[in-house]
């Protein structure tokens, strides 16, 4: 399970998945993407649905290697989210540092996150939420795709964000909850 955005104009086949491997170079599990199912109403101008979920070729297996659950319940403001990506670690780096970073961020309120993207996102989409700690800790430049969990469950996925923990624009979601019904079907379809 990935955002649309990072599949967005590759080809499956170029796309290679690690797993249980705390950097890049790290060898960690690998495998190769046969097939990606892309939400059909993403588009690159909105995060509305930003998901998209790849078959691999190899199941992902080992010791640091787990399978998570979706969030199956509406998130709450104040709950906090545990983020993870291989991301920068500020806006202004050069480069991702290629190692997995975690953070810890809030759920805004609906109401804040609507305030917060009313000049470049109006309506917010029901299938995006905020977090973040502004001008703290946000997820940046490299993590899109990334996890968000919550409550032991996969409750999100990094969609994007303007700059990277910047005060007045937390860093913007998908909803788990509010796109199963796709997941579930991009799962069979791709199976198929």
């Known amino acids: 399970l990935t955002s649309a955005g990072c599949v967005s104009g590759v080809k499956a086949t170029d796309i290679e998945v690690v797993g ?4 890049l170079s790290d060898a960690g599990v690998r495998s190769k993407v046969l097939k990606i199912s892309r939400h059909s109403s993403y588009t690159e101008k909105t995060p509305k649905m930003d998901v998209a979920v790849m078959l691999l070729e190899t199941p992902l ?3 640091d290697i787990a399978t998570i659950p ?5 998130l709450k403001a104040g709950q906090i989210m545990q983020v993870s ?3 920068q670690k500020s806006e202004f780096a050069s480069k991702p540092t290629g190692e ?3 953070i810890f961020v809030p759920i805004l309120t609906r109401a804040n996150c609507a305030n917060y993207y009313k000049s470049v996102l109006n309506p917010l989409p029901g299938t995006i939420f905020c977090a973040s700690k502004p001008g703290l800790q946000d997820h940046c430049v490299g993590d899109r795709g990334g996890p968000a969990v919550s409550n032991g469950k ?3 996925i ?3 964000a303007v700059g990277c923990a910047r005060v007045g624009f ?3 979601y998908v909803g788990t909850f509010t796109v199963t019904s796709f997941i579930n079907e991009a799962i069979a379809n791709l199976e198929a």
């Open 20 to 23: 249980g491997a705390d950097t």
């Open 61 to 63: 297996e080992g010791d």
């Open 70 to 74: 979706l969030n199956d319940v509406p």
């Open 85 to 87: 990506g291989y991301g």
């Open 100 to 102: 997995i970073r975690t």
């Open 154 to 156: 996969l409750c999100g």
């Open 158 to 160: 990094v969609s994007r």
């Open 170 to 172: 937390p860093g913007l």
